[in-house]
């Protein structure tokens, strides 16, 4: 085990005494409680509330008339819409609405992780070629695209024209001047013959090529990999002065492929997501994290979540949204 004393690693990123006194007087909401029941900043008292409040700085501000982006798991897809429903600019959610041929459901741009993140803008961007080599499947069984969903059995023209409905609305990344990134899940399956992860686990195709699929808990330091490329090419291909919130989705694993209690590996995955998202926000000026998994796991449950305790519920979508716009807008 490596031991070393902090004169030894250096004090130069440290904060002095005096400064951290001034910082922690200067925050009402430092304290958890007082004696004093009704001190509304404490969290003793805001935990007592149906929806929880929390304080940010406003460290920058949006428009009304921003572009917004969101990539990410149902959870990004319930705030789209709620954004979509206040008035603001979501290109892509409107898009995806002007094709409901194609997507009856919206699952269909889920994104799970940060790997299947960073595919779909590198193939909406040009970056990457061949993007009908993500659609799998034969004739007798229906076709599958493994960066997105399987909701049942389609023929191959129907998959191709969704992966390009797909592709287009992830285009729009390039035109947004908000862009929010909700983590999903560390829990991942990797191809070894396409050399890449998938979005979704599907047994159906999956389990007749014993060998190909392997299971991976993507770490810390993968996740912020892929967040700081996928930072890279939109400093590249956006030419806005674009800001990005990021965020943790509160949707929990459905199942863990684990030998953990689901509770266990759920919180596992959503700490290593945490720490990701924290890490990646102090790389950038334009970068911000946003504690919408921190509003929505702290607030009173039957309010926040919908009966499955998994999904949020539109009055927390709601909420969070809400509190978004109150400190930014």
């Known amino acids: 085990m490596c031991k070393k004393n902090i004169y030894e690693i250096g004090i130069s990123n440290f904060v002095s005494m005096k400064d951290t006194l001034s910082l922690g007087k200067k925050n009402k909401y430092s304290v958890w409680h007082t004696q004093n029941k009704d001190n509304i900043y404490t969290a003793s008292y805001r935990l007592k509330q149906k929806m929880v409040t929390i304080n940010l700085p406003r460290?920058?501000?949006?428009?009304?008339?921003?572009?917004?982006?969101?990539?990410?798991?149902c959870f990004a897809r319930r705030l789209e819409d709620i954004l979509n429903r206040k008035g603001m600019n979501v290109p892509g959610f409107s898009f995806l609405l002007n094709r409901r041929d194609l997507f009856s459901t919206m699952r269909y741009v889920n994104k799970y992780n940060t790997y299947t993140m960073l595919y779909e803008v590198e193939y909406a961007l040009g970056i990457k070629n061949n993007i009908y080599d993500t659609i799998m499947g034969s004739d007798k069984e229906g076709y599958f695209c493994c960066q997105s969903v399987y909701l049942g059995k389609e023929d191959y023209d129907t998959v191709k024209k969704r992966r390009d409905g797909i592709?287009?609305?992830?285009?729009?990344?390039?035109?947004?001047?908000?862009?929010?990134?909700?983590?999903?899940?560390?829990?991942?399956?990797?191809?070894?013959v396409s050399k890449r992860f998938i979005n979704y686990f599907l047994p159906r195709f999956m389990l007749k090529e014993e060998g190909r699929y392997f299971h991976k808990n993507i770490t810390v330091e993968e996740n912020i990999n892929n967040l700081c490329l996928i930072y890279e090419y939109l400093?590249?291909?956006?030419?806005?002065?674009?800001?990005?919130?990021?965020?943790?989705?509160?949707?929990?694993?459905?199942?863990?492929?684990t030998n953990y209690d689901v509770i266990v590996a759920n919180n596992?995955?959503?700490s290593i997501l945490r720490v990701a998202a924290e890490k990646f926000a102090n790389l950038y000026e334009n970068v911000y994290y946003f504690p919408s998994?921190?509003?929505?796991?702290?607030?009173?449950?039957?309010?926040?979540?919908?009966?499955?305790?998994?999904?949020?519920?539109?009055?927390?979508?709601?909420?969070?949204?809400?509190?978004?716009?109150?400190?930014?807008?």
Do not use: C
């Open 59 to 73: 460290e920058v501000s949006v428009k009304k008339d921003d572009i917004f982006f969101t990539m990410g798991s």
């Open 268 to 270: 596992l995955s959503k």
């Open 167 to 192: 592709l287009k609305s992830f285009s729009f990344i390039s035109k947004a001047d908000v862009i929010v990134i909700t983590l999903g899940l560390t829990e991942a399956w990797y191809d070894n």
């Open 235 to 257: 400093k590249k291909y956006n030419k806005n002065d674009f800001k990005i919130f990021i965020t943790v989705s509160p949707v929990p694993l459905l199942k863990t492929f």
């Open 293 to 329: 998994y921190e509003i929505a796991m702290f607030s009173q449950r039957e309010y926040m979540f919908e009966y499955d305790l998994r999904h949020i519920s539109e009055q927390g979508a709601e909420h969070i949204i809400n509190t978004f716009l109150k400190i930014y807008m």
